[in-house]
C-alpha cells in the first residue's frame, strides 16, 4: 500500500513538474514573440538560445514560438548557470556567432556602397576631406567609417589675423610641420583643437543629422573599403 502511495506521489510530482516546465516554455516563447516581432517580422538581426540541457531545443520545436522567428536564430549554446551568470556565459560562448553576425551586416552596409559606386548615382562622397565637405553642408545621411581611422582633426589659428582654419591630417602628415605654419609669413600657428576624427565623429555626427556605421578591415568587402576608399 505504502509503495503504491509513493509511486502515486512520484508520477503527480513529475506531472507537475512538467506542467511547471510546459507553462515557462509558454512564457518564454510568448516574451520571445512580443519582444522581437513587430509588424509581422522580426525586429532583431539575430537571436542566440541558451539555457541547459533539452530545454532551448524545445524552445525552437514549440509551436507557440513565432515560426518567423526560426530563421534569424543565429546560435544555441549550453550554460550552466541561470540569471547574470547565464547570460554572460552565452556572450562569452557566442563571441564568434556575434562577430559573424557583425559581418554579415557590414558586407550589407559595404556592398551597397560599392553598388551605388558602380551605379555612378552622385549619392556617395568618400574619402575624409569631400566626406567632411559634405557633412559640413548637411548633405550626408550614413557615415561608413573604419573604426581604426588614423586621421587627427585639427583646429588651428593664425595668432595675428585671428582667423582659424581645420585640417585633416594622417600620422605622415602630422609630422610635416608646414601644415603647422603660416604660407605667405612662415609664421607658427596655434593648434585649438587637436581631436582624433573618428572619436570626434562620433560625439558630433547627430548634429550635422547623420547617422554612423563602424567598419573593420576583418571582412573582405571592409578591407576593400579601407584600402580604397580611405576607410570613411
Same mark, same amino acid.
Given at each position: ?21 510546459? #507553462?515557462?516554455?509558454?512564457?518564454? *516563447?510568448?516574451?520571445?514573440?512580443? =519582444?522581437?516581432?513587430? =509588424? ?8 542566440? !538560445?541558451?539555457?541547459? *540541457?533539452?530545454?532551448? &531545443?524545445? !524552445?525552437?520545436?514549440? $509551436? ?7 530563421? @534569424? ?5 549550453? @550554460?550552466?548557470?541561470?540569471?547574470? &551568470?547565464?547570460? &554572460? ?20 552596409? @559595404? ?10 548615382? =552622385? ?31 585639427? @583646429? ?10 581645420? !585640417?585633416?591630417? =594622417?600620422?605622415?602628415?602630422?609630422? $610635416? ?12 600657428? $596655434?593648434?585649438?583643437?587637436? $581631436? ?10 547627430? #548634429? ?25
Amino acid at each position: 500500500q505504502k509503495a503504491q502511495k509513493g509511486g502515486q506521489s512520484s508520477v503527480r510530482f513529475a506531472r507537475l513538474r512538467e506542467e511547471k516546465r510546459h #507553462n515557462y516554455l509558454r512564457k518564454v *516563447a510568448e516574451l520571445a514573440n512580443q =519582444n522581437y516581432m513587430s =509588424n509581422e517580422k522580426p525586429n532583431v538581426e539575430g537571436l542566440i !538560445l541558451a539555457g541547459s *540541457a533539452g530545454f532551448k &531545443n524545445e !524552445l525552437m520545436e514549440t $509551436d507557440i514560438l513565432d515560426k518567423r522567428l526560426l530563421p @534569424v536564430i543565429v546560435g544555441v549554446v549550453d @550554460v550552466s548557470y541561470g540569471g547574470e &551568470n547565464g547570460l &554572460n556565459e552565452a556572450i562569452t560562448l557566442s563571441a564568434d556567432v556575434l562577430q559573424n553576425v557583425k559581418f554579415v551586416a557590414e558586407k550589407k552596409l @559595404v556592398s551597397k556602397f560599392f553598388e551605388e559606386i558602380a551605379l555612378d548615382t =552622385n549619392m556617395i562622397v568618400f574619402g575624409v576631406e569631400d566626406t567632411m565637405k559634405a557633412l559640413e553642408l548637411g548633405a550626408i545621411q550614413q557615415i561608413l567609417l573604419f573604426e581604426d581611422l588614423e586621421i587627427t582633426r585639427y @583646429v588651428i589659428k593664425n595668432p595675428v589675423k585671428g582667423d582659424t582654419k581645420i !585640417l585633416f591630417l =594622417n600620422p605622415t602628415q602630422r609630422k $610635416d610641420t608646414k601644415y603647422f605654419k603660416d604660407n605667405a609669413s612662415g609664421m607658427d600657428l $596655434d593648434v585649438i583643437q587637436e $581631436d582624433n576624427l573618428a572619436e570626434w565623429l562620433c560625439l558630433n555626427y547627430q #548634429n550635422y543629422g547623420a547617422s554612423v556605421e563602424f567598419i573593420t578591415d576583418k571582412s573582405q568587402e571592409g578591407f576593400q573599403f579601407v584600402k580604397g576608399f580611405g576607410g570613411i
